[in-house]
């Protein structure tokens, strides 16, 4: 039995998308970032489809951890880093790189008495002021990091850039400069190139890169779409039609009667709604994919179900296929008509929404 709302997952385009990374970075090596259960994609169906990574980025320890049970022996860094003693503990039962950018973690490091344990990154904190040492207290952080005797050294560096998807912000080039001149000769590998830094800006690719979003097949800028940066998209969200009727001109649709028909309208109703993921901000007018032609969403999106104006497909009916986004209708439009970003949709797909991989079709 199909499922009303499901995923189809094109690991092909992912595969893809991590070509076009390499043609980007082509002397770097590429941590491929799998966090937040593989961006809403699936952590383990991710890890599997990125064979060339030569590493993988997750935020916390627990994510790491169900990588290495799965028989992931790639390096994978813990971009969160730790918090307890126990946390640091599997850190090194595991083997799992991690982040130290706060002060707290040196004090756990320096109890430490393993030798050469842990590989570790350290966060400088050039502008982003979330994470990372500021540049007045990196000098003793890295001082610190060099005297625990758990450490493998020499000890990478790495930092995040705020602003990388905004091509005409000069922080991004400030951050780079900062990092650079900062850290000056030390040894150890750097990484500063995110998405937008490994397609925006080319003086941000160094050792490693950390491609997130670019992975998935979304492009990371607000002016330039993922097509245009010649990525696919591994995600399609999918339903049906489960009822076609009509109304008289003048009334109103769903909730609060937000939408008022302009004339007599053949209108569709779509399971699916915010209960599956599909943003209740939606506006009326966003684009849905009826037997693959774009029709509009008319009033609120409910819990389980939206409504569609059928008016240019007449011979619609229950049971047709129905695209949310995917190939043709791409995610960040969507997001855009909704207020947020393609990372809190694709991210956002609910537990009840079976997902599988693009060769189901067939």
Known sequence: MKPAAYVLLDFSAMQHNFSVVRQHAPQAKIIAVIKGNGYGHGLLRVAES????????????????R???AGVTKKIIVLEGFTFEDELSALINFQLDVLVHSPHQIAFLLRREEKKQLSVWLKLDTGMNRLGFKIAEFTQAYADLMRCPVLKKPI???????SADDKNDPKTQAQIRLFTDTIGSLPGERSIANSAGILGWQDAITDWVRPGVMLYGISPFADVTAQQLNLKPVMSLHSRLIAVKRIAKHETVGYAGSWVAPYDTVLGVISIGYADGYPRTAKSGTPVLVNGQRVALIGRVSMDMITVDLQSQPHAKPGDPVVLWGENLPVEEIALLSQTIPYTLVCGITQRVRQFDSSWLT
């Open 156 to 162: 990478n560096l790495m930092t995040h850039l705020a």
């Open 67 to 69: 990588l290495r049970k």
């Open 50 to 65: 990125l064979p060339k990574a030569d590493a993988f980025a997750v935020a916390r320890v627990d994510e790491g951890i």
